[in-house]
């Protein structure tokens, strides 16, 4: 007999339920002192001292043993190799799904615009790619090839001159689907670096590693701390929490498929969150069921456990319409709409990182291979921020080209402005293109 599994179950018909999800739901990624010192030594040491201090940190941390820095670059055949070495349908579904995310991405490009005004002044915005871009990716077990596609493809779609990959090599050893999906990606340049010194490297740059302009992926909490500090000298993707999923179901959906969405997010890690919301209490029993029943089955059945009974729930609502206001203040990373009719709910929905509508649309096919990015914004900050896309790799810049007829008109403008802000010599040089 399966163990009974200890899943919260919230109702907002309750009393303080608004104030229970909230406890729930809150997460602070608050860096340990000690970790914030440890990084911001190892920022500062592979600033002054480039690659010595990165050959030194790279010794000790992945006990990887070079005698010089330009032996932890990978050659762009290794790549190749490990691409040409993988079984023939693995390769397959990695060359589709790049193939579906690149296609995905290409709607997403922005395009330079103008305009003309009657008296000739042209306004305007250029659209460019960063030069360059650094994308960290996890090593050992902690590999995630799909990763390296959701982050990289962005990158080239959007013209990015160069991406730099930098990945750890513990003891040596590499991932090769890892590699494989560099090489299937585009990735320009790899280095065999991590942690927060790999971080340090990207930023400042060393006599090796070349410095970008914005580094995304994600990493343990020395990485996350790392970029957190280097913020400001070059730009970054997010500082991710846990992962996360808030199924609304209406009791239409095998409870089987739902359970397994559940787990399909609780795997990740015991901080990741699993939720269900339905108006059906019966319907929560079903599910509830299934999970214990199948939990045994799981290969991550510890983590998952612990992670729906730390911070997973099955939450009855009064109606849809109730559920859609909880996913609105849950602002969710993943939402699945397990209804049989979602549109009404959909309409309903404004706060999510992405939203797989319908029974069939289960959030593991947009992990891998749908084509919309996995790099979504989680804890709430789907209210104000977006998936990865092209347009984290593209930087706008505005044009103005005044005539001489535009430049008088304007200035006399600018120049009243300017004096009720007492900011005269802005006013002189206004003033100084107006027609007399």
Same mark, same amino acid.
């Given at each position: 007999?399966?163990?009974?599994?200890?899943?919260?179950?919230?109702?907002?018909?309750?009393?303080?339920?608004?104030?229970?999800?909230?406890?729930?739901?809150?997460?602070?990624?608050?860096?340990?002192?000690?970790?914030?010192?440890?990084?911001?030594?190892?920022?500062?040491?592979?600033?002054?001292?480039?690659?010595?201090?990165?050959?030194?940190?790279?010794?000790?941390?992945?006990?990887?043993?070079?005698?010089?820095?330009?032996?932890?670059?990978?050659?762009?055949?290794?790549?190749?190799?490990?691409?040409?070495?993988?079984?023939?349908?693995?390769?397959?579904?990695?060359?589709?799904?790049?193939?579906?995310?690149?296609?995905?991405?290409?709607?997403?490009?922005?395009?330079?615009?103008?305009?003309?005004?009657?008296?000739?002044?042209?306004?305007?915005?250029?659209?460019?790619?960063?030069?360059?871009?650094?994308?960290? !990716? @996890?090593?050992?077990?902690?590999?995630?090839?799909?990763? /390296? #596609?959701?982050? =990289?493809?962005? $990158?080239? %779609?959007?013209? +990015?001159?160069?991406?730099?990959?930098? !990945? @750890?090599?513990?003891?040596?050893?590499?991932?090769?689907? /890892? #590699?494989?999906? =560099?090489?299937? $990606?585009? %990735?320009?340049? +790899?280095?065999?670096?991590?942690?927060?010194?790999?971080?340090?490297?990207?930023?400042?740059?060393?006599?090796?590693?070349?410095?970008?302009?914005?580094?995304?992926?994600?990493?343990?909490?020395?990485?996350?701390?790392?970029?957190?500090?280097?913020?400001?000298?070059?730009?970054?993707?997010?500082?991710?929490?846990?992962?996360?999923?808030?199924?609304?179901?209406?009791?239409?959906?095998?409870?089987?498929?739902?359970?397994?969405?559940?787990?399909?997010?609780?795997?990740?890690?015991?901080?990741?969150?699993?939720?269900?919301?339905?108006?059906?209490?019966?319907?929560?029993?079903?599910?509830?069921?299934?999970?214990?029943?199948?939990?045994?089955?799981?290969?991550?059945?510890?983590?998952?456990?612990?992670?729906?009974?730390?911070?997973?729930?099955?939450?009855?609502?009064?109606?849809?319409?109730?559920?859609?206001?909880?996913?609105?203040?849950?602002?969710?990373?993943?939402?699945?709409?397990?209804?049989?009719?979602?549109?009404?709910?959909?309409?309903?929905?404004?706060?999510?990182?992405?939203?797989?509508?319908?029974?069939?649309?289960?959030?593991?096919?947009?992990?891998?291979?749908?084509?919309?990015?996995?790099?979504?914004?989680?804890?709430?900050?789907?209210?104000?921020?977006?998936?990865?896309?092209?347009?984290?790799?593209?930087?706008?810049?505005?044009?103005?080209?005044?005539?001489?007829?535009?430049?008088?008109?304007?200035?006399?403008?600018?120049?009243?402005?300017?004096?009720?802000?007492?900011?005269?010599?802005?006013?002189?040089?206004?003033?100084?293109?107006?027609?007399?």
């Amino acid at each position: 007999m399966s163990e009974a599994l200890r899943i919260r179950r919230l109702d907002t018909a309750a009393e303080g339920f608004w104030a229970e999800l909230e406890r729930l739901r809150a997460w602070e990624e608050v860096s340990d002192p000690q970790v914030v010192a440890t990084v911001t030594e190892i920022l500062e040491a592979v600033r002054r001292r480039g690659d010595e201090a990165l050959l030194a940190y790279t010794r000790r941390f992945d006990h990887l043993q070079v005698a010089h820095a330009r032996e932890l670059e990978l050659p762009r055949q290794r790549l190749e190799t490990a691409l040409a070495g993988l079984d023939r349908e693995l390769r397959q579904a990695l060359e589709l799904a790049a193939e579906r995310i690149r296609t995905f991405h290409e709607r997403e490009v922005a395009r330079s615009w103008s305009y003309t005004e009657p008296d000739g002044t042209e306004l305007g915005q250029r659209v460019t790619p960063l030069d360059r871009a650094g994308l960290y !990716v @996890p090593g050992g077990q902690a590999a995630y090839p799909s990763s /390296v #596609l959701m982050n =990289a493809i962005p $990158a080239k %779609v959007a013209g +990015v001159g160069e991406v730099i990959m930098v !990945v @750890p090599a513990p003891g040596g050893r590499l991932n090769e689907l /890892v #590699l494989a999906a =560099a090489a299937v $990606a585009g %990735v320009d340049r +790899v280095f065999t670096i991590g942690g927060a010194q790999a971080v340090a490297a990207l930023a400042y740059g060393t006599e090796t590693v070349p410095a970008v302009d914005k580094i995304v992926g994600p990493g343990n909490i020395y990485v996350a701390t790392a970029k957190r500090l280097v913020f400001g000298v070059v730009g970054i993707d997010m500082i991710a929490g846990p992962s996360e999923v808030l199924v609304v179901a209406d009791g239409s959906a095998d409870p089987e498929w739902v359970a397994v969405d559940l787990f399909a997010q609780a795997e990740h890690d015991e901080r990741a969150q699993a939720l269900l919301a339905c108006p059906d209490p019966a319907y929560l029993d079903l599910v509830q069921r299934e999970m214990e029943r199948l939990l045994p089955g799981m290969e991550r059945r510890e983590v998952i456990r612990r992670s729906l009974e730390g911070r997973g729930a099955l939450i009855r609502v009064r109606d849809l319409e109730e559920a859609a206001e909880v996913a609105n203040r849950i602002a969710p990373e993943h939402l699945e709409l397990s209804l049989r009719d979602p549109e009404p709910v959909l309409a309903r929905i404004r706060h999510a990182g992405a939203i797989f509508v319908g029974h069939h649309s289960a959030e593991a096919l947009g992990d891998y291979c749908a084509g919309p990015n996995h790099v979504l914004p989680t804890s709430r900050t789907a209210r104000f921020s977006s998936p990865l896309g092209v347009y984290d790799f593209q930087k706008r810049t505005s044009i103005l080209r005044c005539s001489p007829q535009g430049a008088s008109a304007l200035g006399r403008t600018a120049a009243l402005l300017a004096r009720g802000e007492g900011l005269t010599a802005h006013a002189r040089s206004a003033e100084l293109r107006v027609h007399r």
